[in-house]
T-cell receptor, first 110, second 114 residues
Framework: GENVEQHPSTLSVQEGDSAVIKCTYS??????FPWYKQELGKGPQLIID?????GEKKDQRIAVTLNKTAKHFSLHITETQPEDSAVYFC?????????FGTGTRLQVFP | SAVISQKPSRDICQRGTSLTIQCQVD?????MFWYRQQPGQSLTLIAT?????????ESGFVIDKFPISRPNLTFSTLTVSNMSPEDSSIYLC???????????FGEGSRLTVL
């Protein structure tokens, strides 16, 4: 079955710096890769996604890149702000399901 | 995206009891899923809630422990039966957009079993 690895597990950055979170997946048939942000006490919120026919997608300060050959994808957050502090999960499609990574706790210090 | 409401938002339960979690969606959806998120962990799919038929369970989850109902296209329930402290988790309802594959989550139900 599909396996999704996510690194790092924790990430601390200074406000204004960039943050990068990386994921690898195992099933070459995966074609949909969403990213979720989970704030304390809340459900995961979809923040950006990418499909296998695209190499990069950007939405304001966040971007996602996909390397299908290497089977890895990354989340990039630029000009980080304290409100970006949360747990971020990557996921990869597997048949009709999503398999989630283990999560990255991002802390942005003012 | 759909608006997903879960009840209860949190509960403290005694060992050996059962609790039913409700999930209401503001629009008709084909795909509804139940996930578990153990403290500090990732999201694990419990089952797919199928309208008009039995739920499809993932490996490690069984119907006797996690019975699921899906009476219509906007509502589902998950029951956690005969609870033990190991069942203390956040249980999340999610709905999928069949056209785009996007998955949206409710706020979750935080269960603590004593």
């Amino acid at each position: 079955g599909e396996n999704v690895e996510q690194h790092p597990s924790t990430l601390s950055v200074q406000e204004g710096d960039s943050a990068v979170i990386k994921c690898t997946y195992s099933d070459s048939a995966s074609n949909y890769f969403p990213w979720y942000k989970q704030e304390l006490g809340k459900g995961p919120q979809l923040i950006i996604d990418i499909r296998s026919n695209v190499g990069e997608k950007k939405d304001q300060r966040i971007a996602v890149t996909l390397n299908k050959t290497a089977k890895h994808f990354s989340l990039h957050i630029t000009e980080t702000q304290p409100e970006d502090s949360a747990v971020y999960f990557c996921a990869a499609s597997y048949t009709d399901k999503l398999i989630f990574g283990t999560g990255t706790r991002l802390q942005v210090f003012p | 995206s759909a608006v997903i409401s879960q009840k209860p938002s949190r509960d403290i339960c005694q060992r050996g009891t059962s609790l039913t979690i409700q999930c209401q969606v503001d629009s008709q959806v084909t795909m509804m899923f139940w996930y578990r998120q153990q403290p500090g962990q990732s999201l694990t799919l419990i089952a797919t809630a199928n309208q008009g038929s039995e739920a499809t369970y993932e490996s490690g989850f069984v119907i006797d422990k996690f019975p699921i109902s899906r009476p219509n296209l906007t509502f589902s329930t998950l029951t956690v039966s005969n609870m033990s402290p190991e069942d203390s988790s956040i249980y999340l309802c999610s709905v999928g957009q069949s056209r785009t594959g996007e998955l949206f989550f409710g706020e979750g139900s935080r269960l603590t079993v004593l």
